[in-house]
């Protein structure tokens, strides 16, 4: 039982709902495309019409701002509209059909026709510090959902009412629009969500979170007698590169700029830039201590977030060859508020600290490094493992300057930003939240986007199957007009002869 | 050093290939798309001209005949020329563009571009069971270098010569036609494949053989600071269903076929059929002894094998509930040559004895499995896990009575086979070979096949980035005719404007 009278699954409901899952799989997945958006619009619209009320609900319990959370509940219902969107589409099935060929050498080629179908019950572990877009209605759930896998979503402890009322909200609407009942559930409690994990009827999990909660669960699923693919996403540093052309061009700005992102949300996102590079003798600390200066201490998501930041933050001070560009002090008091502090120092001081300069700091701290020539930037960017993102700040007669920059960071991040800040990821196709780990356990996948779906669909291929045995996307005659594979070339239109 | 004179690799040359591999490894990922595939037909045509060669050292290490072997090379180098067309074409770089949207909500879109970039050096683990097409020079190697990823083959300990002669081939062929040195390379040894997946700066591993050893690499791979994909094809039991039309309208036409496909290569395939399920009453007890009968002992792949697959198959006749249709005596003698081997039991045995029966048995051994009804097979299907294929031979009149099973068979099979035999695996972009676990430790992707390439590629997403830093692959005007998603909607045309 949490504080606030959410009580924590126990065993023999833990059991119920993974039994229910996987009973009501195969239902699931024979649902048609168009009945599964339709149910993901339910979701949408019944998740927009409560949005007052689980704002209410949400502000108590993570001292976000009202205008925050609405629009981070809009965000959540355009998410599930656009994989409704996908699923109209179509191409998500990955059609590909190669026709008999009686001539292909060495051998005879069979009629092959393969298409994407659902991996099966899909477990959720939802985040703290996005309590509607990565939690319970949040992008995995989405995703699974339209991919036709039963969703399990282990609540985030910091919002558990909000989840509850979340999850009431989902299940409503989705099986009010037909789906079939017991294919998503919520469940609370760090023991049901390991044991979930754990449970052979769980076919893959989502995670996101912090890099030593991500790794527990990801070896957790690894360790299984039978592995699960485990797809956490677990932060960021977003380092954030300024060229003096950059500085010299619009050095307040971007000043302005970087200060804003790294404290948006009290520096909780997973996006933060938490470093950023100037040319030494930018003459930018007046305007960076201004702005930092400006940001009013907040509450965080909880209490021991606030003193683990704290503590972090104190910890990064203290190292040798650091020092306070600026921080506002917090308040311990009436659960805690945190300033938002900038630090500084050198590449020296990050390269030889790297294994306490280099990991996240979660809320509103970062590091400003100061450099002495793209040398100096690039030794840098090496020294990074995987990140979400990285951000590129230069004038456009700069561009022969950074691309060996540009270069390094695509072998070590997911997205490339110039000339903006990484906080805020659209939500479309061709987004990728996504990098190397530690940004994440999967390089190959994102998070966010339409191609979230891949992670919970692997390919069938039928060989001389007849027809009638076939699903609708794999017939001769493409009558829902899906983008498909035709013999080796794309293409919306019937197999000849059809 | 092992009895044919390779020595294993030690630690410093390990040290000197990976240090090659990690140099190499940027310039092999900004080769042109057209000069790899130029490269990758070159190592086609050298492998092509140095059959005969290669096929004689090989017969001597495996015991393969020359035909089958001959063949193997053909279809190595065919694969090589399929990822170079498919270089050429462009669709596996995943191409999305969003263009900037003022008008998006919540919030405006910025110009969003996302393609696939190479994750970085690969290590593949070669198979003993094809010492060309699933070894030195196989699936794993020429998509990871499609992928422009290098390369590190530890060479399977059973054709050691073989391996070197083949790499040597391949490494001429590679770099003559321009590639970067050091982005090929063979180790041998047990300790330096080990040491290789430990290591850093190999970022994703493949790998085909037995469930023992793939399952023992990926937990390791799962272990490292920073785990690693690690794609393994680990064989499977490949079921067979035959009903009772089937049986009546072709039953001695189906005896055939399957003990040819069960003892092809002397059962040493991952594609081998080893159960087949028919109706009790069948008949096909003296069709199936002939044909068993008619099976030379063969000599398979190493001695160990051979006296491997023999305790298993005693252990397998020993079970109560097992009788033995048909057993052709092998011969311990002369390095060992197995006989075919035809079980036979029910699902009541099957189900109890379900960890000795359902464990694959590498070699000429299958087992009959004779059912009641249909409720009997489908119970049967329900008992499997992952498998690489599953076939049905049924009548054109009993579809409706199969199409549960062919449902159940989708959640546990990579690829169902009708009216035919899972041994012989298409190499085209329909193909999926893989399977959840334990066919493959990676249930969303194909060892065999255009997208195979996908194993090794992660997406990057450009956000506002100038067109002077980007891939030709992103430019608003497609010169090179790539098939992409823009605005959503796939094209191969420009982006509108330009």
Redesign the interface.
Known sequence: MTATGVPDTGSATLEAVLAGLAASS?AL??TGRSDRAAALRAVADALDAATDELVDVAVRETWLPVPRLA?EV??TS?QLRMFADGLV?G?FLDV???PADAA????P??D???MQ?P??PVLVFAASNFPFAFSVAGGDTASALAASCPVVVKAHPGHPETSVRTAEVVRAAWEGAGMPAATFALITGEQAGVEALRDPRI?AAGFTGSLHGGATL??IA??RD????FYAEMGSLNPTFVTPGAVRARGAEIAAGFVTSFTLGVGQFCTKPGLLFLPRGHGLDDALARGVGGVAPARMLHERIRSGHDAVRAELAALPGMRVVAAVDGDPGDGGRAGATLLATDLATLLADRERVLPECFGPTSVLVEYAGMDEVLAAARAF?GNLTATVHAE?DE?EL??PL??EL??R????????WPT?V?V?????H?G???AT????H?SVGM?AI??F??????????A??LDEALQDRNVAQI?R?LD?R?SSEDLAGA
């Open positions: 195969p997945a024979d629009g809009a965000r355009g589409e191409s590909v059909i190669d292909a050498t060495p051998v080629r069979p092959l026709r393969r179908v991996l099966g076919t990801y070896r690894a360790a039978v592995p699960i693919p493992g456009d561009v950074v691309r540009v270069r695509r072998d991040a997911g997205r490339i930003v110039w000339n903006g805020g659209a479309s196709w061709a987004m990728h996504g190397p780990w530690p356990s999967a390089p190959l994102t191609t891949r992670r669909l692997r390919p069938v291929t039928y060989q001389d199957v007849p009638a045995l983008p594979r080796g794309l």
